[in-house]
């Protein structure tokens, strides 16, 4: 079965500062994976996806994701942090028609 | 484009009664998702569809839960009789088989049985 893994629960950042979100992944074959975005009493909102091609994938608000094969990892990142960027995090891959999400990782910037 | 509908938004009821909750899809996606989100267990997939017809329940947790899609347009999720453990919010996403697998999720219903 495909899998994600969010190792962190929370992580906090200093606005202004970079940031990173870790995401790493279980599949067979080549994977699909994407990042979500789920604000407070809001449904996830898709940020980016990473299908073949290029490592560095952009996406929504300014966020990018680095798609690693040797390390089976693809973190979000972003290099300048706002306030508004907190908020819950997922991580997901493709598994049959649907995707397996990761438990997400709550990212709290510091003013 | 309205993106996904939910409604209600917030549904409070007693225990043993029946709950409905309501899900449009995007225009034109073929694929429905329902998931249920808790603190204690995540994002849990319940049931999806492909052109209307359900192709994997293995996540609805009980007989009663239960979900049908008559049409494109519109699909139910139904709890009955509700307990207070089926608290939680109820989201509805879809996508379409030409993309890249990417889901859109609607805002949610959350859901309290008291």
């Known amino acids: 079965a495909q899998s994600v893994a969010q190792p962190e629960d929370q992580v906090n950042v200093a606005e202004g500062n970079p940031l990173t979100v870790k995401c790493t992944y279980s599949?067979?074959?080549?994977?699909?994976l994407f990042w979500y975005v789920q604000y407070p009493n809001r449904g996830l909102q898709f940020l980016l996806k990473?299908?073949?091609?290029?490592?560095l994938v952009k996406g929504s608000y300014g966020f990018e994701a680095e798609f690693n094969k040797s390390q089976t990892s693809f973190h979000l990142k972003k290099p300048s942090a706002l306030v508004s960027d907190s908020a819950l995090y997922f991580c997901?891959?493709?598994?049959?028609?649907?995707?397996?999400f990761g438990k997400g990782t709550h990212l709290i910037i510091q003013p | 484009d309205a993106g996904v509908i939910q409604s209600p938004r917030h549904e409070v009821t007693e225990m043993g009664q029946e709950v409905t909750l309501r899900c449009k899809p995007i225009?034109?996606?073929?694929?429905l998702f329902w998931y249920r989100q808790t603190m204690m267990r995540g994002l849990e997939l319940l049931i999806y569809?492909?052109?209307?017809?359900?192709?994997?329940d293995s996540g609805m947790p009980e007989d009663r839960f239960s979900a049908k899609m008559p049409n494109a347009s519109f699909s139910t999720l139904k709890i009955q009789p509700s307990e207070p453990r089926d608290s939680a919010v109820y989201f509805c996403?879809?996508?379409?088989?030409?993309?890249?697998?990417?889901?859109?999720f609607g805002p949610g219903t959350r859901l309290t049985v008291t």
């Open positions: 996403a879809s996508r379409h088989s030409g993309g890249y697998y990417e889901q859109y």
């Open positions: 599949v067979s074959g080549n994977p699909y």
């Open positions: 990473y299908i073949t091609g290029d490592n």
């Open positions: 997901a891959v493709r598994d049959t028609d649907g995707l397996t």
């Open positions: 225009s034109g996606h073929d694929y």
């Open positions: 569809f492909n052109n209307n017809v359900p192709i994997d």
